[in-house]
């Protein structure tokens, strides 16, 4: 039996690495056109392109590996099937369990490996792709902001506006600041001269702020030579110092949930650490329960075919990313625990390929 098993996992391989790179490409494919946009009309560097889509494939492969491993496994079983080579392996008196072992143990492989990508490498690479962000952004301004368009981050309550952006010297002339607080009418308007970007911050020069009452009247209210922002105050991010939540690993996010719950904030915000405790686990998981449910589907059908297999692959994913969205809106909505809910989806999974073996067995 070692042969056959042999067989099967060199079999499985191949199918599952080109199911893997369809569903990564279709992922990824938006994110490439819009960075081959900004090379081109921003004249950026190419190697920090190459970096960025390095940094980026982790956390898209923990996504797409349990998807290509399920496509993998079925067009491989369903070959099996389809060349009646299960047919051969049976009438030697294997059972339906000792044929769908190899592909288990594929997928419990897969596991460790996307459990290993989200615990520690997805939130290193999503920490590069923040510092080469604010890396880009000092040399070349113009990919994260454009010249006459007016930005804004209503959580912090800035906006700015810039009339020119010169890359050459990573600065902008007529810079407009928009600051508002809370107990603020109307917000106060910062004039600069120019705005010189930098790591991590932004250097304004020659500044004036100004307030206004209701009647539209102004006042000056400070005058600077020079005054340094962060960078993090314009867009919606997490402060440097801060990590985000994609970038916390398992223990992070159960002590941010803590924390944020002591603090007093709203049940939908603190919650959200949980939901993404959960989410890292759960995507690994579902590799096992794909590959095993891949094997019963595919000796279902015995002509199925590539493009049968194809289909109900993608059928399969979507009802199971569907499920994951929803628990998401369970969660925050109806206040139900998230290690509940959050593992629906794959609970599902495991009874039906369950319910399959059963029936398989008995019919055989």
Known sequence: MKIIDKYIYKALILPSVFGISIFTFILIIN???DIMEKLFTNDLPLLLVIDYFIY???????????MGA??????TYGNFSETN?????????????????????FGLLLTALGLFMEIEV????????????????????S??????????????GFGFYVDEVDNSKAEASKFVLFQKSKNQEYPTIFFAE??????????????????????GDRKVVARYEEQYLPMSTFFKQEDVEKKSRSEMNLKELKAAYKQSMADGESYEDSVKYMIKYNERIIGPFASVLLCWLGVLLAVSNKRSGKGISFG????????YIGLVSYAKIVVQKNHVDPNIAMWMPNFILLVLCLVLSIKKSRSR
């Not at 980026?56 to 349990?66: A, D, H, K, R």
Request: charged share 15%; glycine share 4%.
């Open 31 to 33: 994110v490439f056109i």
């Open 56 to 66: 980026l494939v982790p956390g898209v492969l923990t996504q797409t590996i349990p």
């Open 70 to 75: 399920f496509l993998g496994v079925m067009l």
């Open 85 to 105: 080579e299960l047919i051969a392996i049976e009438s030697t008196g294997t059972s339906l369990f000792r044929i769908t072992r190899p592909a288990i143990i």
């Open 122 to 141: 997805n939130p290193r690479a999503l920490n590069n792709i923040n510092i080469e962000k604010r890396n880009l952004f000092s040399s070349k301004p």
């Open 143 to 156: 990919s994260l902001t454009e010249a006459k368009v007016f930005l804004s981050n209503s959580d912090a």
């Open 194 to 215: 120019k705005a010189q970007f930098e790591a991590g911050y932004m250097l304004l020069k020659n500044v004036e702020g100004f307030n206004f009452d209701k009647t």
């Open 312 to 319: 109900i692959s993608l059928i399969v994913i979507f009802v």
